[in-house]
């Protein structure tokens, strides 16, 4: 993470410079970030394995992946940090949870080829764009 997407929003001219120029990508990062630290959340690039979190973000993809013996349901959780993959065992799908919606999880963190992973988090949907 660079130093210029960790800033605090600028104002006055600086900051519509800086909203012209940056990608959108540059500005939903931000706008997120802000939003996980109003919702006093943690970001999810300083969570380590083991930790009991709190995490707000939009969800990027959501996919239904059919096992032998367990069906999962598997969101990637992004908070202008980092992603974080939320893994429903047992789920085929489940009501809200959609790419594009927001929600705050809450849950200890494991680690699973590499990637950060909460196995069934307790969530709460944010209202509907």
Same mark, same amino acid.
């Given at each position: 993470?660079? @130093?210029?997407?960790? +800033? ?8 519509? $410079?800086? +909203? ?6 540059? !500005?939903?990062?931000?706008? &997120? /970030? /802000?939003?996980?630290? !109003?919702?006093? %959340?943690? %970001? ?7 930790? $009991?979190? =709190?995490?707000?973000?939009? &969800?990027?993809?959501?996919? *239904? @992946?059919?096992?032998? =013996?367990?069906?999962? &349901?598997?969101?990637?959780? *992004?908070?202008? @940090?980092? !992603?974080?993959? $939320?893994?429903? !065992?047992?789920?085929?799908?489940? =009501? ?11 849950? #200890?963190?494991?680690? +699973?080829?590499? #990637?950060?992973?909460?196995? =069934?988090?307790?969530?709460? &949907?944010?209202?509907?764009?």
């Amino acid at each position: 993470m660079s @130093t210029d997407q960790a +800033r605090p929003r600028a104002k006055g001219l600086r900051g519509m $410079l800086h +909203r012209l120029t940056a990608s959108d990508q540059e !500005l939903e990062s931000e706008e &997120l /970030r /802000r939003d996980t630290e !109003l919702a006093g %959340c943690v %970001c999810a690039d300083t969570v380590h394995r083991g930790e $009991l979190v =709190n995490v707000s973000g939009r &969800l990027r993809t959501v996919v *239904y @992946t059919p096992r032998t =013996n367990l069906p999962t &349901l598997e969101a990637d959780l *992004y908070d202008g @940090t980092d !992603l974080i993959t $939320l893994v429903f !065992l047992g789920r085929r799908h489940i =009501n809200g949870i959609e790419p594009g919606r927001g929600l705050s999880v809450r849950g #200890r963190v494991a680690v +699973r080829d590499g #990637r950060k992973v909460i196995y =069934n988090p307790y969530y709460e &949907l944010e209202a509907a764009a």
